[in-house]
């Protein structure tokens, strides 16, 4: 049962992944939020959503069914306008979601936001003005270009790829589950290497589990992500 002290906190996400990068972020600076997690919105209670301080919807990787997704939260967000929705979104999403989904209690958050991104996201939850990403807003250039500076403070979607890699996955099983391209989900190892300025493989998985590594990535928990990736193999044969 949850604390009548605590803040209630909801994450919605396919990728076990995306959950418990979230749950470990909010567990190491936001000690007061109690989070229940869900793979659909249809798992959840209305009364659920209206009693949450925070809800945490991840978007991406939904490009299909794009904007069917952003109307069925487009319908809730009228009746759960206590929360503080924070909708992580792709760049190729941004245009819907913007359309549909930005509201005064909501945010729209890049897909690539540093943990920093996140944490300030969180702080400003009590702020009743709709918010965007500077990175959805920028172009891709210059977001490589400012992202490529930021010293050894990894995105969000690089500590994903990073965590299965640290749990065994190769390139072709986190393209599959993230649903993005091989090349993507390379260059975003790349680019957490340059960040983390390691030189080769052996340097990345010696920093992935390192005390810092297993510390950075969440290691240290197990979230179903091997068993997504089953499922999945299974859905495929």
Known sequence: ????????????????????????????????????????????????????SMVIVDLTGEQRYARRNCQQYYSLLSQCDNAHWIFFVSGSLYPVAKQLLLRSHTTLLSDEASIADIVTTIHASYEKNGKISQTLLMPAEEFMEENSSMGDALTFSERKVLRLLGKGWGINQIATLLKKSNKTISAQKNSAMRRLLLRSNADLYTWINSTRGMKELNLGTAYGERKEWERIARKET
């Open 1 to 52: 049962m949850l604390s009548l002290n605590s803040k209630h906190g909801v994450i919605i996400s396919r990728m076990p992944v995306f959950s418990a990068g979230i749950e470990g972020i909010v567990a190491r600076h936001f000690t007061e939020y109690e989070l229940a997690c869900y793979s659909s919105i249809e798992e959840i209670a209305l009364q659920k959503l209206q009693c949450a």
